[in-house]
């Protein structure tokens, strides 16, 4: 159902990868309600084809941008201007770590693979808004969203090094935040989602098992990836103008239970 809680609105996608990544609901979702976008993501996955899919979809061009190249930002921020002059909506749907890919234990991390992890899944959100606020690209009232793991503010093992990098997302979402706000009127935030069977979701180490344990011990269940792009189509809307500098749980009432009886009932000794 649409609500038109986005027309008239113009922004950019970060990490729609496949028909799975939250990024691509948030697409869909954003188009829906009317707003008008670029769909972005690094070159590798732009060679993997499916993106055009969804850029015919919802009428948006496509360019390729890899996070950490200051270059290729500069480019994206320049072709959005060109589009649409001022952008209202930012989406930072990006995650990857290549100690979790080879299975490197966390008290192992290989170093190089470590400062990966936090420039593509974390620095690369302040770099983004670095150059987004440098060129006065974003309206006031805009909105900017980072996508947060749970894993940031609890120990679960296998979520590896992206614990370290979640937290800071969520740390740059404040401190950035707090001067957007300030200087431009531009709000920041993250959401932190529960665990969702998508590409980066599934390279995780135990995940079939933290999914199951997250759905079990959340009085609502694991929240799906249509209703986290629903979460991001409200809070780009004027509907959430003064929320800013958050990290919102999207996660079915995971971070705040305990125990369910449910878990409870299988763990007793
Ligand atoms: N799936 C989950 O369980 C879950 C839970 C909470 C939060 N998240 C977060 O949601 C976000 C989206 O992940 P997803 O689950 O939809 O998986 P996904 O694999 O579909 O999306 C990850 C995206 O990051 C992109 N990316 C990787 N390196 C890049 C680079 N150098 N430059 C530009 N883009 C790059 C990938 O191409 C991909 O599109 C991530 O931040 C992830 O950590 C996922």
Redesign the pocket.
């Known amino acids: 159902m649409s609500y038109n809680l986005l027309k008239g609105k113009k922004g950019i996608i ?5 028909e ?4 691509w609901k948030v697409a869909e979702r954003a188009h829906e309600e009317g707003a008008e976008f670029i769909l972005t ?2 070159p590798v ?1 732009l060679r993997m084809g499916q993106l055009d899919e969804l850029a015919k979809a919802t009428g948006s061009d496509v360019i390729s ?4 190249s200051a270059d290729d930002l500069e480019k994206l921020f320049d072709a959005a201007e060109a589009k649409f002059g001022k952008i209202d909506f930012i989406l930072h ?4 770590s290549i100690n979790v890919r080879k299975g490197i234990h966390y008290t192992e991390s290989n170093y190089d693979f470590y400062h990966k992890a936090m420039d ?2 974390a620095i690369s959100f302040h770099r983004l808004m670095k150059i987004a606020k440098q060129k006065d690209i974003m309206n006031e009232w805009g909105s900017i969203l980072g ?3 749970i894993a940031a503010q609890m120990a679960i093992p296998g979520y590896n090094d ?1 614990s370290d990098a979640k937290s800071l997302l969520e740390s740059i979402a404040r401190t950035f935040g707090y001067y957007y706000g300030r200087d431009k009127k531009v709000r920041v935030n993250t959401i932190s ?4 069977k ?4 599934g390279g995780i180490k135990g995940f079939g098992e933290l999914y199951g344990f997250a759905d079990k011990n959340s009085p609502l269940g694991n929240a799906p990836a249509l209703d986290c792009a629903n979460y991001c189509i409200m809070m780009f809307s004027d509907l959430t103008r003064y929320v800013t500098m958050q990290n919102l749980f999207h996660d079915g009432g995971f971070s705040t239970t305990g125990l369910t009886e449910e878990i409870m009932g299988e763990v007793r000794d």
């Open positions: 970060f990490g729609a990868l496949n799975d990544s939250i990024a993501n690094a996955a941008a890899d996070v950490t749907s990006i995650g990857m593509i899944s996508l947060s793991f992206m989602q529960s665990p969702t998508t590409t980066a979701g």
